[in-house]
């Protein structure tokens, strides 16, 4: 039987610049070429699921705007079901904005937008069903999280946390989770320990 997987969490919409380099202050590069593309911590994470063969709902927050529309669009063509997915009148779907150097380097800059719009107080609604895991991430309110993971915990659910974008986020106010995901200046944000060698990330995963 495939497994049920809630997303609680983010989608956005990328915009991918491929460059040589990214520029210095004040300078202008040429770049190679532009595209847009569905993104977010959160959904690839479900389209990701949805393609190994889970059953995957989303509950999220997009713009009433052309983005959210696309975004849902590739959604439901991803077989993510999206009967809990908001549309906000009046906000900007989440976006991002990616420079792709030549060398593999990205940077990123993102905008949540609508996703910090994503309430807490819809989620016993959605909880009313059965999900054998629920995944997270840091791109939508604590309070959202927080609420998911309570009502997850209550229910036995496994509880996935990615913990990106690095930031100083608050963990202690969160109740416990199964899995917390960290990559390593997401890591250094939360404990100030930059995983370099096997002694700093045992020292690290010690405070997490």
């Known amino acids: 039987m495939a497994a049920k ?28 070429d532009y595209r847009n593309a569905p ?33 849902l669009d590739c959604w439901k063509k991803e077989g993510v079901d999206t009967t809990f997915t908001i549309v906000k009148d009046g906000a900007n779907t989440g976006f991002v904005a ?46 959202t999280n927080a609420k998911a993971i309570e009502l997850a915990n209550k229910k036995g659910i496994i509880t996935v946390l990615d913990a990106g974008p690095a930031q100083d986020y608050p963990l202690e106010k969160l109740p416990p989770v199964t899995i917390l995901s960290p990559n390593e200046t997401e890591t250094k944000a939360l404990v100030g320990i930059y995983p370099a060698d096997e002694e700093s990330c045992r020292d690290a995963a010690k405070k997490l």
């Open 98 to 143: 990616i420079t792709l150097e030549d060398n593999g380097q990205n940077r990123l800059i993102i905008f949540p937008g609508a996703n910090m719009l994503t309430p807490p107080d819809e989620l016993e609604k959605v909880f009313e069903n059965d999900f054998d895991a629920v995944l997270l991430q840091f791109e939508i309110p604590l309070e």
């Open 39 to 71: 993104g977010g911590k959160g959904s690839n994470a479900a389209v990701a699921a949805a393609r190994t063969g889970a059953e995957v709902s989303a509950y999220a927050t997009v713009g009433n705007d052309s983005n959210g529309e696309y975004l």
């Open 5 to 32: 997987i809630l997303l609680v969490g983010s989608v956005m919409m990328d915009l991918i610049l491929r460059c040589e380099r990214a520029p210095e202050p004040s300078e202008s590069v040429l770049g190679h």
